[in-house]
Every structure is written in structure tokens, then in C-alpha cells.
């Protein structure tokens, strides 16, 4: 008797936006919706058998995504021209993938990633907006961008950003490297905190934003801010609620990419 093979199947990286009001964040969870959940059942009514999605990032409930990525298998041969219009016409409203790309079949889109970016976006006027409430976050005091500024260049570079993580997180090494950090008035009042990592700590986006934003207000000084960077035993802000964050990018060598393709 002749066994046969299993078929070998064939890894896709796509990138994803979504809307994370709606969604209890990105990682599958019983009872609840989140995109990862969505995504895999999705691409079971496609393909026509369960597909397990590997994410970039967890993020949290009510953060956004402009730029999340993600891996699947599918078999070769398949007409991978029809997934994304296929998938999108599957998922649920706040879900859209906007791109697809043939990856090395060992590829690991959380663990391959050369850096991550994340922005974050405040409202800084007296009254609240009604259309930019669900992305952005309100500030109603004035806050001093140059001190805004200089509190983001001191976190570029590699410090110990263990006062920058949540409380009772893994007691791993606080220690990561922050490739770039600025703040920019995007739009009238609408500031846009921007971080890019090689990797972060769980929550760590929100908390240091909060910090930034302390700065600003001058219920923090810079001195207390590059104290911080050097490590703590406790969060040295609260962290600033989620839907003012947004998953922006995340970047991969070009070499995992087949037929130099990329996303």
C-alpha cells in the first residue's frame, strides 16, 4: 500500500483595519468578539475547513488597527486572488483586510516582525467632539507641546520601560528599545503620539502616552519622566483609554516575502 503525502500547505501574510469598539480585542476568546475570532471563521465558510490565524499583536479591546497583520495556511493551487474579496465580503462590519502576500511557510508574523508602530491620538480642546469621541481621546486642559515633544525624544532608545507596563504583567525584562517617539498636531487640536518599537511591554503604548500627556499638563516634569525610564516596580501614569490607539504598522524582512512580494 502507497501512503500519500499530506499536502503541503501555504503560508499568507495579509493586513487588516479594524474598528476595535466592537471587538473584545484582537486574540480569540469564548463568548465574545473579537478579530481573530472573526477572521478564522470567516476563512472556514471560504476554504471550507477551521484555518488557525496567527497575529502580529494582541491588542486590546477598543484599540484600533490600521495596519495589523496576520498568517494563515492555505493549499496551493487555490485561486488566491478571490481571498480578499472573499474574506471581506465574510467579516463582520469594522473588519477589512486591505492586502495579501505569499510568505515563507516558517514565517511567524509576531515573532519575525523587525518593529511595530503605534499612534495614539488626543483632542486637546475645552469641549468634546461627537465625531472624533470613538478615535481619539479628550483632553479639556491646554497642554504644552514643545514639553510634549522633548518628554518623547528622551524615550528614544533603549531603557528599562518596566514603570511603563501594567500592573501584575509578566515579571520579564522590562528593557526595550524605542526606534522613534515624536508628537505632531495632525489636525486642528488633534494631537498624534507616535511610537515605534522592536517589541513592547503590555499596555505600554497607553501608559506612556498617559505619561507624555502628564508632561504636557504639567502635572509631571521631565526629569520625573526620564526617572521613569529607568525602571520602577509600579505604572507612572495611568494608562489613557484604548480608543484613542491605533495599531499603525508592522514591518518584516523583505526576505520572507516570496516573488518579492510584500505588505
Known sequence: MIRKEPRRLARYLIT???VG????????????????????????????RETPVLGAGRTDAGVHA??????????????????????NA???????VTGMARVRDDMDP???????????????????????EDYTVHIHKPLDKTLMSEACSRAVGEHDFSAFRAQGSPEDSGVR??????LEEVWPSVLQFRVRATAFLYRMVRIMAGAVTEVGSGRASLEDLSAWLKGGDRPCAVPLPPQGLFLWKVAYPGELFIDDAGV
Open 21 to 48: 469598539a466592537g471587538f473584545h480585542g484582537f486574540q480569540k476568546q469564548p463568548f465574545v468578539p473579537t478579530v481573530q475570532g472573526a477572521l478564522e471563521q470567516a476563512l472556514c465558510t471560504l476554504i471550507g
Open 110 to 132: 509576531r515573532r519575525d516582525a523587525l518593529w511595530r508602530e503605534y499612534r495614539f491620538f488626543l483632542l486637546n480642546t475645552p469641549a468634546p467632539s461627537a465625531l472624533l
Open 90 to 96: 465574510l467579516l463582520p462590519r469594522g473588519i477589512s
Open 177 to 182: 528599545r524605542v526606534i522613534e517617539c515624536d
Open 16 to 18: 487588516l483595519q479594524y
Open 66 to 87: 490600521l495596519g495589523q497583520a496576520a498568517a494563515f495556511d492555505i493549499e496551493p493551487g487555490r485561486d488566491v486572488s478571490r481571498i480578499v474579496p472573499g474574506l
